[in-house]
């Protein structure tokens, strides 16, 4: 037996999609059927009647039966094809159930976003973003989950958040990123420290011998800070939130090292001072980050898709 007829030939077992017809041929012989003629089928499908024409003769070909009568008063179904027809009938039923079900999955997924991001993106670049995501979709709730980087890739891992955000030197385990800004960490101290009055830059070596004012283990500012020195003296007081860092500083409980993005208007307040820093420079990339091999999809992608837009 040739290698053609065992394509085409119906009596040959093979994969079923090579032996039933596809959804749009069977749309198209319900459409003869309903209308009694070949060309306002094809209107109505929105293709041309040789187009038409000749996926019904593609149709016969592949079951090895005549399905419709073709005459100038228009086009029948003969017995056979009026049998198909019912049959044909109950898979385009079954197809619409098996779209509505699949869309009714993509409401609900769509009606809802989780966020997990580390506290810095989370107080100072998130909110500008989801205000344009409303924008684009203002059907899907939003719940945000603010936490340090482990925090988020243990969010992400767990199946509680959809996208994350980072800022530490490395991507949690099982997850894969995209930089979608850069950041820069200095070191601040109130007017009344002595840092704030140095006449030379702060050396490396000597901020890192120095007890700061210092978010907890975990968070992308203290990975960064610790990497880049090499090791940092005991903090002089441990906080959870950039917010709670900053009052500290600003109260003069101590120095500490902030993003550039959290302070900008305390130093234009002069509620606290940049200090001068010579030896290494602090700066980090801000990361979208997902389970590994699964891309954001729906309004994680369009987020996403936000963040490098802005």
């Known amino acids: 037996m040739s290698k053609e007829r065992t394509e085409t030939d119906p009596t040959v077992p093979g994969a079923l999609a090579h032996r039933v017809p596809d959804l749009g041929a069977l749309e198209l012989l319900l459409a003869v059927a309903r209308l009694g003629s070949l060309g306002a089928a094809a209107r109505e499908l929105g293709i041309t009647q040789p187009a038409a ?50 869309q009714a999955l993509r409401v609900r997924r769509d009606s809802r976003l989780r966020v997990a991001a580390s506290m810095t993106i989370a107080e100072y670049l998130l909110p500008r973003w989801l205000i344009a995501l409303r924008a684009e979709r203002p059907d899907t709730a939003v719940s945000l989950l ?54 030379r830059p702060l050396l490396a070596d000597e901020l890192a011998a120095t007890p700061l004012i210092l978010r907890e283990e975990g968070s992308g500012t203290r990975q960064v800070l610790d990497a880049a020195l090499g090791g940092l003296a005991r903090p002089l007081i441990e906080l959870s939130s ?69």
């Open 53 to 102: 024409s000749s996926r019904i003769r593609s149709m016969e070909r592949q079951l090895g039966l005549a399905l419709v009568d073709r005459s100038p008063r228009g086009s029948r179904l003969t017995d056979t094809g009026a049998l198909v027809t019912d049959w044909a009938r109950r898979i385009v039923d079954a197809a619409e159930e098996f779209d509505a079900g699949a």
């Open 146 to 199: 603010a936490g340090n980087s482990a925090t988020v890739g243990e969010r992400l891992l767990s199946g509680d958040a959809d996208l994350g955000f980072v800022e530490g030197v490395s991507v949690p385990a099982g997850l894969d990123s995209a930089v979608i800004a850069q950041d820069s960490l200095i070191v601040v101290a109130a007017p009344g420290h002595p840092w704030s009055r140095r006449r």
């Open 242 to 310: 950039t917010t709670a860092v900053k009052a500290a500083a600003v109260s003069g409980a101590g120095p500490s090292v902030l993003s550039e993005l959290a302070v900008g208007e305390e130093l234009a307040s002069r509620r606290l001072v940049q200090v001068p820093l010579e030896g290494v420079r602090l700066s980090r990339d801000l990361r979208a980050v997902w389970p590994a091999g699964h891309l954001p999809t729906g309004p994680a992608r369009d987020l996403l898709s936000l963040t490098r837009s802005g």
